[in-house]
């Protein structure tokens, strides 16, 4: 039974099961009385039954596909001898090629080993998913079935479906509730697994401090250079060198944006210029990525070479120019909320002492609203080390260990893109170091987005 | 001058309890988080009666109703100590449904709160989710009738499917009244029914409790004296938690007998 | 005496120092309007420059030939038979005869040049719809390559030295005579919005990525909306206030925070590698998204649900309503403009997003359109992404243009949730 098929069949009973229960209800009670005399609304003993006869062959669908994979996949492999004694990373090309057969009916091409035991396989697996398909059907439609008739033998009439009802309903919202925890779980098992693997092949010392970086590791040991080096330190250089471009286009404009808009600007005014920075917010990085790398990196390399200057076509300064341009509306709204906190007393206070406008601002609103600003920009610069597209089209891909902004550097997030992008096999250093990089990535967003959030609440309460 | 600084030790004078109970509170104590907003209080209230609650703002009289519907569990710090019966039922007992209990016992809130739905459909609510109509005919009568009690078919009757938004103060508050009043309860709270109105709709609402005591039991949490005065059988005045005096109305306004609660009736407690 | 003479040096310091505070107040002012307007400046310069170099995208130059049905079609059982048929000679005879006077072969391999070789398809489609035409002879317009279509736009230089052309002088005359003559004309580019990825300007389109991006919001929409509104309602009206709901809370203020291509790993390793969906597919993108949406959703979802005046859930709870009833019965539409509201903004977002994409393989070269959500299939960020690549002068006006269809989108989609705040907008 197609997955389909049985999801309509399980809706279809589990519509079944609300008109079963909800007749009984009614027939529990004398039919001359009034149906107030129920505990519940026929109504709830059918969402009951609903939940009974629906929720647990879902459940355990759920659960048999997460595994399934895995388990048919031992299955498979545990038929070939001359397979399984093979590396992990071998049996993950020959799963691969597999499935490849088997779904797009495209034979891999020439040379790949095992030709036969592939075409073998691809039959073999076929069948066990069959067999899993059809063990699963029979067993969630009995589940529920199972279910119907539990709920419809307590129906009575002092039954409490409602409250049962609402109890499992109460239960599916924590547990949606729950799926961002699973998230950040999911984030961070899958990240440090893969990345335990890597630091396996490459010493954990020599990625935070190894100064090359040149993941090409070749296809066979007897090539040259086969080793590869995983030194990160370039890839953070050239990071950090492209959010402090971005921070400096961003932090000053995003600020004195915030301040205009709030203290001078007439409303007339901000009305217009506010939806307009909000349309800077919601064009899609890789649109920035293309202007950066088509209309402002070609721009600054001519305008570098009327001065004399040798300007790189994939410069860190073109790169971090747009970036910034692109965390202006983030900063701006964040250092508006942050000024809004102020006590209008306090710039009150100031403006009775006979202060000019900005002297209040420069004087009292800033440094009293600086708590706010620099959580707004911990943010913002964490926004800034994670964003992807911008460098990946602008930025370049060569590690260099530099800082000065005309030239090209690369970034973590672009290493993670070019570490994963195209056919690879999962299991090689190279692909690990994807990981380890996004283990790296996290670590730090993390902690600028936690130090930043909280320095931004305690803020706000402390003018509560 | 005594019994005015010790309000710790302050014994309810009066008749806090009654013939034939149909509400019957026992020591009852409401702790939110650290504020005892309720000390030891025990009345009793009779059926087909009104009894008005009174005292300053904060002295718990809106906690104590709120005990009776158990409105308060759904503030997640409230704590109550202490019984309540309903008709020598503890609402408080495990196996008690609030649901079913706030079905016996509704309420009427401070400002009118009517659903922004119709005013038909404001009416029809509770007996749909109790399930007290068959088939719609009856659920019409219901609404006409409700609304016929609560004095508001008249204004009302040829417009049932706007918006219970649209009308005025003292109708939205009625239509508040003859929501409660259609689920059929036995007794209804009302928390300062009056107190976002008008003279004219005050005066309204008072006749419309004279009439609607004859079938329930309302306990009435009031600001007003006079309005205590008019419309109640038998006062209980609250002070800083604790229930001070309760006596017939007449006995209360006329001869109170603690001094606290002199105090209050002469004004010289706000 | 003294006192008046204080007061009044007071006054006179003021104003001395009067007119240099002024000077700077509005220094301050003008800095702060410079600095607004270089987020303005830099947005007209962002849609002049992707308006200006995508427009001409949308069109497409065609050259009319007169075609002969008569010799190289090959019929089986009254049909075309499409193998043995040469549809090539038939465009390059026809060609031959509108330029007789070319006839070396290094010449006229030129020649053939000037038509898109997807022009092939266009003609066994026209034998498809009309296939009296075989034996007789028509006038049909022919999609040009991508070449000659820059050219006639006017996008290369024609003083340019020829071995820095894309384009050679024989060609430059003949297109010249065409345009003179009136045999090329400028039609609706339809192959940018029917056609997937290809490796020849003229063919490629975007609707193969247009496909997925739908698909993937789908699945991004049916996944991420009941969750996040399940979870909205939870946090807001059953969690208990404990240290679970506090952390619930942090987490996910902090997932919204958390790098789009975190994700991404997140689906390469979970969605791919353990449950075993297939690469490159809507499914696995629309699942990530689904993922990186939910917190905005949860977020607002939050948002619309404590903007309900409380009043409204005590008169519920007061006539016997349960808890979950008054949810379901008031909270929950009276909130649900603001929920839809915040997932249209979701959605907009999830549309525009192509880092997670990158890493779940949705960058691969994808010619077909995707039908189901397991067909590989590419994303239009993506699609920008692979466009703005290439190096031909052709494909960056198809990118310039891609954007302007993503950014109508997004403007459609920002709008719409603009229109249901303000029409829902609700004084209580």
Redesign the interface.
């Known amino acids: 039974m197609k997955l389909e098929t049985l999801f309509l069949f399980l809706i279809a009973l589990s519509i079944i099961s609300y008109y079963i229960a909800m007749r009984r209800a009614i027939m529990s009670v004398d039919s001359q009385q009034s149906i107030s005399k129920l505990h519940s609304m026929p109504t709830y003993h059918g969402y009951y039954a609903v939940i009974c006869s629906f929720v647990p062959p879902m459940i355990i669908i759920f659960l048999w596909?997460?595994f399934?994979?895995?388990v048919i996949s031992t299955l498979l492999i545990s038929n070939f001898s001359n397979i399984k004694v093979l590396s992990q990373g071998e049996i993950n090309l020959f799963l691969t090629n597999v499935q490849n057969t088997l779904?797009s009916n495209l034979f891999s091409q020439d040379g790949t080993r095992f030709q036969s035991e592939i075409q073998q396989a691809t039959i073999i697996l076929k069948s066990y998913q069959s067999i899993s398909r059809i063990i699963l059907s029979v067993f969630a439609i009995a589940v529920s079935i199972i279910g119907i008739i539990t709920v419809h033998r307590k129906i009575n009439q002092n039954y409490r479906a409602?409250?049962k009802?609402?109890n499992a309903?109460?239960k599916?919202?924590?547990t949606?509730?729950?799926?961002?925890?699973f998230?950040?779980i999911?984030?961070v098992l899958?990240?440090l697994?893969?990345s335990f693997r890597f630091f396996n092949e490459v010493s954990f010392w020599d990625f935070i401090f190894g100064t090359e970086w040149s993941p090409q590791t070749a296809l066979r040991d007897d090539q040259v250079g086969s080793s590869g080096s995983f030194g990160i330190l370039p890839l953070f250089v050239g990071t950090i060198l492209i959010t402090i471009i971005a921070m400096l286009v961003a932090g000053?404009?995003?600020?004195?944006?915030a301040?205009?808009?709030g203290?001078?600007?007439s409303p007339r005014f901000r009305n217009i210029?506010k939806p307009?920075?909000e349309?800077?917010a919601?064009?899609?990085?890789?649109?920035y990525?293309?202007?950066a790398?088509?209309?402002l990196a070609p721009f600054l390399r001519t305008w570098g070479e009327s001065v004399g200057l040798n300007v790189a076509s994939e410069s860190a300064l073109a790169a971090g120019m747009v970036m910034g341009?692109m965390i202006?509306?983030l900063i701006s709204s964040l250092s508006d909320d942050a000024i809004n906190a102020v006590p209008i007393a306090m710039s009150e206070g100031a403006l009775g002492l006979?202060s000019?406008?900005?002297?209040v601002?420069?004087k009292v609103v800033l440094p009293a609203a600086l708590p706010g600003i620099v959580g707004g920009f911990l943010?913002a610069i964490?926004?800034a080390?994670?964003?992807?597209?911008i460098v990946?089209?602008a930025a370049g891909l060569s590690a260099n260990l530099t800082v000065n902004p005309l030239e090209a550097v690369t970034t973590v997030?672009v290493q993670?893109?070019t570490l994963?992008?195209g056919d690879q096999e999962?299991d090689s250093a190279k692909t690990l170091a994807?990981?380890a990089l996004?283990l790296v990535?996290?670590i730090v967003?993390?902690g600028l987005?936690?130090f930043g959030?909280y320095i931004v609440r305690k803020y706000r309460e402390q003018y509560e | 001058m005594t019994a005015r600084d010790n309000i710790e030790d302050i014994e309810t004078i009066g008749n806090p309890n009654v013939e034939n109970p149909f509400i019957s509170a026992k020591n009852v104590n409401v702790h939110y988080g650290d504020n005892h907003a309720i000390k030891d209080v025990s009345l009793q209230i009779a059926k087909n009666q009104v009894i008005a609650l009174i005292g300053p703002s904060g002295c718990g009289k809106s906690t104590f109703i709120r005990c009776i519907?158990r409105?308060n569990d759904?503030i997640?710090i409230a704590k109550i100590t202490g019984k309540i019966s309903l008709d020598g039922e503890d609402i408080y007992s495990k196996e008690l449904d609030p649901?079913?209990?706030?079905?016996?016992v509704?309420?009427?809130?401070q400002?009118p709160?009517?659903?922004?739905k119709s005013i038909y459909d404001n009416v029809a609510?509770?007996p749909k989710?109790?399930g007290l109509a068959k088939d719609r005919n009856e659920l019409d009568e219901i609404v006409a009738n409700s609304l016929q009690k609560a004095g508001l078919y008249e204004e009302v009757s040829d417009r049932l499917d706007e918006s219970g938004l649209s009308l005025s103060g003292g109708q939205q508050q009625r239509l508040?009244i003859a929501?409660?009043i259609?689920?059929n309860p036995e007794v209804i709270l009302m928390d300062e029914p009056c107190s976002a109105l008008d003279p004219i709709a005050t005066a309204r609402i008072e006749n419309l409790i004279d009439e609607l005591s004859e079938k329930f039991s309302i306990v009435i949490v009031t600001h007003s004296m006079q309005q205590a005065a008019r419309v109640s059988q038998r006062v209980a005045y609250f002070h800083l938690g604790r229930l001070v005096e309760v006596d017939d109305t007449e006995k209360v306004f006329t001869n109170p007998s603690h001094i606290l609660t002199q105090d209050y009736i002469t004004g010289r407690i706000g | 005496m003294s006192k008046k003479n204080l007061s009044l040096s007071t006054q006179q310091k003021?104003r001395k120092s009067l007119s240099s505070?002024?000077k700077?107040?509005t220094l301050?002012?003008y800095?702060?309007?410079s600095?607004?307007s270089?987020?303005?400046i830099?947005?007209v310069?962002?849609f002049y420059?992707?308006l200006s170099q995508g427009f001409s995208a949308f069109t497409q130059t065609y050259i009319s030939l007169k075609v002969d049905f008569s010799d190289n079609l090959v019929v089986k059982n009254n049909k075309i038979d499409s193998i043995d048929s040469n549809f090539d000679a038939i465009i390059r005879s026809a060609l031959r005869e509108r330029f007789p006077e070319v006839n070396n072969r290094r010449d006229r391999r030129e020649l053939y040049k000037l038509i898109s070789i997807g022009a092939v398809y266009q003609l066994i489609d026209h034998l498809d719809m009309s296939p009296g035409d075989v034996g007789s002879r028509e006038i049909l317009s022919f999609p040009t390559s991508s070449d000659v279509d820059m050219y006639v736009k006017g996008n290369i230089d024609r003083k340019l030295d020829e071995s820095k052309r894309t384009i050679s002088n024989n060609q430059m005359m003949w297109i010249d005579e065409l345009v003179e003559k009136g045999e090329i004309k400028m039609k609706f580019n339809s192959a940018l919005f029917s056609n997937g990825d290809s490796r020849e300007p003229e063919l490629a389109g975007i609707y193969s990525a247009l496909k997925g991006s739908f698909l993937m919001l789908f699945i991004t929409l049916i996944v991420s909306f009941?969750?996040?509104i399940?979870?909205a309602?939870?946090?807001e009206e059953?969690?208990?206030?404990n240290k679970i709901s506090d952390?619930?809370e942090?987490?996910?203020?902090?997932?919204a925070?958390?790098?789009?291509?975190?994700?991404g790993?997140?689906g390469?390793?979970?969605f791919i590698?353990?449950?075993?969906i297939?690469r490159s597919s809507p499914l696995v993108g629309g699942l990530v998204l689904s993922?990186l949406t939910?917190?905005v959703i949860?977020i607002s979802s939050r948002a619309a649900i404590t903007a309900i005046?409380p009043?409204?859930?005590?008169?519920?709870?007061?006539?016997?309503?349960?808890?979950?009833?008054v949810v379901a019965?008031?909270i929950l539409p009276?909130a649900f403009p603001g929920m839809l509201t915040g997932a249209i903004i979701g959605m907009?977002r999830a549309?525009?997003?192509?880092?997670p994409l990158?890493?779940i393989g949705m960058?691969a070269f994808i010619v077909d359109i995707p039908s189901v959500i397991t067909d590989p299939s590419s994303a239009l960020?993506?699609q920008?992404?692979l466009w703005?690549?290439s190096p031909e002068r052709a494909f960056?006006e198809r990118?310039s243009a891609a954007?302007i269809i993503?950014?109508g989108f997004?403007l459609t989609m920002?709008l719409l949730a603009i229109y249901l705040r303000k029409k829902f907008e609700?004084k209580w």
Request: hydrophobic residues 55%; charged residues 10%; proline residues 5%.
């Open positions: 596909l997460v399934e994979q895995r779904y409602r409250n009802f609402e309903v109460s599916l919202l924590m949606s509730s729950l799926v961002a925890i998230t950040t999911g984030i899958s990240v697994f893969e000053p404009i995003g600020l004195m944006t301040i205009y808009l203290q001078y600007a210029a307009l920075l349309v800077l919601g064009i899609p990085t890789v649109v990525g293309f202007f790398a088509l209309t341009i202006i509306p006979g000019t406008e900005s002297e601002i420069k943010l964490s926004r080390i994670g964003e992807t597209m990946v089209m997030t993670i893109v994963l992008v999962f994807a990981f996004g990535l996290f967003t993390l987005n936690v959030l | 519907n409105m759904t997640d649901v079913i209990l706030r079905a016996r509704g309420m009427v809130f400002k709160n009517p659903f922004p609510y509770g989710i109790h508040c929501r409660t259609a689920v | 003021v505070r002024y700077k107040e301050f002012q800095f702060g309007l600095s607004l270089v987020g303005i830099f947005l310069i962002f420059s992707v009941p969750v996040g399940a979870a309602i939870y946090l059953f969690a208990p206030k952390l619930i942090v987490n996910i203020n902090n997932l925070a958390v790098p789009s291509i975190v994700f790993l997140l390469l390793a979970v590698n353990w449950f075993g297939p993922l939910l917190p949860i005046p009043s409204i859930k005590e008169a519920a709870l007061g006539v016997g309503a349960s808890h979950m009833q019965h008031h009276l907009s549309l525009g997003e192509s880092a990158l890493m960058v960020p993506v920008i992404y703005a690549d960056a990118t954007i993503l950014l997004l920002n609700r």
